[in-house]
């Protein structure tokens, strides 16, 4: 089994010997200084994420003076804290609850994860329901599970590797059920057997969403290398030895391409290709199926349908909402870009368990031609001392009167959040308060969250009638360059 510790600022490689969680001795070696030592391994639980400097001061304390460790299973990606109480023992920290990594490799493990559960159903019709999923990972060790995947290792291609994804989802048991709740809906749509193939990040799955991105961009879509902007499935179904796949990668043309996989899907059928975006899902019951870009789809919305009258919701501590109530569809704008000041704000389709797809604010400038608004991007624009200032004080009132005007003009009548009752700069402070209370003090956090604000309420300002349909379809690939495909989760 290998690690990966973290050691104040150093990140290393090293590796455990004798690997027993529970009252076990081990040792540990850091390559950055070539030095072994042995702990006692006393108790364990998983704490989350890589930490950052400022974490180990509020997760580790001083801990008595001693030096501590964070490890990184690579074989399952997660991560664990180590903390010295002696001079030779080491006990795994305790921490409410049990975190995931996240980001983009947590993303593709558990993409890689479905694919992989999806070859054992495809194999084994026992493990085809969220029951028979659970009851595998609950009476079998790890080893086992693996094992058993691995004989399906024909009927799926991953970027990720089985000790890896299952590993992970044998720990983390919120993404199990999900697997678990994703394969009986997918399974009990479709009739797929063992002569198709279940590809995720794959040479093949990754070879046809670059020619699509091409043809996309030869086509004038401008998307760049961007393929949700083309289609947002996560992993694909391919029947071995396609000739269809042939085909589509084959195409000179976006419109020849998507023609391929649109004939070769249908309602409870795929002929030789088909594209799956995956949602989170619960694993109370099987995953939620939607079909999009097809005639024969009911679960589509269309444009007409999307109101002009919708809802906007804002708060100072969270990013700037548009929300139509008719059709439960809100999407966020946000600065993702963690404690820097950014232009670059993201919009995303939220949803009760997972997030949708997302769009560029600066995409969405350019189709209201309007120039990306510059705001100070200093620390004392915002704040003057603890204090907020008079002048992001005044750029918040104006942006927020021409925000309710133009929702008047729009129609839309319910404004929701505390920042719209600022009145007054004594208000205005009282909401700054807030703000820096929720980021702990962190004033360059608080002045970040405010910069966005102040984007997403020149966005608010500006937005037009058709503006929030036209965010949702591209956000969604619900477009003229996108292709038949289905949507697995709530």
């Known amino acids: 089994m290998r690690f990966n510790v973290f050691y104040k600022e150093v990140i290393s490689e090293a590796t455990i010997h004798r690997p027993k969680y529970i009252g076990d001795t081990f040792l540990v070696t850091d390559r950055a200084t070539g030095e072994w030592k042995k702990f006692l391994g006393q108790s364990f639980n998983i704490i989350g994420n890589e930490p950052t400097t400022k974490s180990y001061e509020t997760l580790l304390g001083k801990s008595s003076g001693k030096p501590n460790l964070f490890v990184q299973n690579l074989e399952t990606g997660l991560y664990y804290l180590l903390v010295r109480m002696g001079d030779s023992n080491l006990v795994w920290a305790r921490k409410d609850g049990t975190q995931e990594i996240t980001g983009a490799n947590a993303t593709r493990i558990q993409e890689a994860a479905v694919a992989q ?59 199990l059920g999900s697997t678990a709740s994703s394969v009986e809906a997918i399974m009990k749509e479709f009739k797929i057997g063992k002569t198709f193939v279940v590809h995720r990040g794959s040479t093949m799955s990754n070879a046809l969403d670059s020619k699509a991105v091409e043809l996309a961009n030869k086509a004038g879509a401008k998307i760049g290398k961007q393929k949700d902007k083309w289609n947002p499935s996560d992993i694909w179904v391919f029947k071995k030895n396609s000739k269809q796949y042939n085909k589509a990668m084959n195409s000179s043309t976006l419109d020849e391409l998507n023609g391929v996989i649109d004939a070769n899907l249908e309602v409870k059928k795929i002929k030789e290709i088909a594209g799956l975006s995956l949602k989170k899902a619960s694993a109370k019951s099987p995953a939620k199926i939607k079909y999009f870009n097809m005639d024969a789809s009911d679960d589509e919305i269309e444009p007409d349908e999307v109101k002009t009258a919708i809802k906007i919701k804002d708060g100072i501590s969270t990013g700037t909402e548009l929300i139509d109530g008719d059709n439960n569809i809100m999407i966020q704008f946000r600065n993702t870009k963690g404690g820097k000041f950014t232009t670059a704000l993201t919009g995303t389709i939220r949803g009760k368990l997972a997030q949708g797809g997302s769009v560029s604010i600066n995409s969405v400038w350019n189709r209201l ?29 104006r942006l927020i009167k021409d925000a309710k005007a133009n929702a008047k003009r729009l129609g839309i009548n319910s404004l929701k959040g505390f920042l719209w009752d600022v009145k007054s700069f004594k208000d205005y402070e009282k909401a700054i308060e807030a703000t820096l209370a929720s980021k702990k003090g962190d004033k360059n956090l608080a002045a970040v969250n405010l910069h966005s604000k102040l984007q ?30 289905v949507k697995v989760g709530e």
Do not use: C, R
Request: net charge negative; no cysteine.
């Open 117 to 175: 559960v999806l070859a054992l159903a495809i194999n084994n019709k026992k493990y085809s329901t969220i029951k028979g999923i659970l009851e595998l990972f609950e009476s079998e060790t790890l080893e086992n599970v693996v094992d058993l995947v691995n004989k399906s290792a024909g009927n799926f291609d991953t970027d990720a590797g089985v000790q890896e994804t299952i590993g992970y989802i044998y720990e983390a048991k919120t993404w």
């Open 456 to 485: 997403g309420l020149h966005l608010l300002s500006t937005i037009k009638d058709d503006t929030f349909a036209w965010i949702y379809f591209q956000a969604s690939a619900q477009t003229d360059i996108s292709p038949a495909f």
């Open 369 to 397: 031609k309007e120039s990306t608004p510059k705001y100070p991007t200093k620390i004392d624009y915002y704040f003057d001392g603890d204090a907020p200032t008079k002048e992001s004080y005044k750029a918040m009132q």
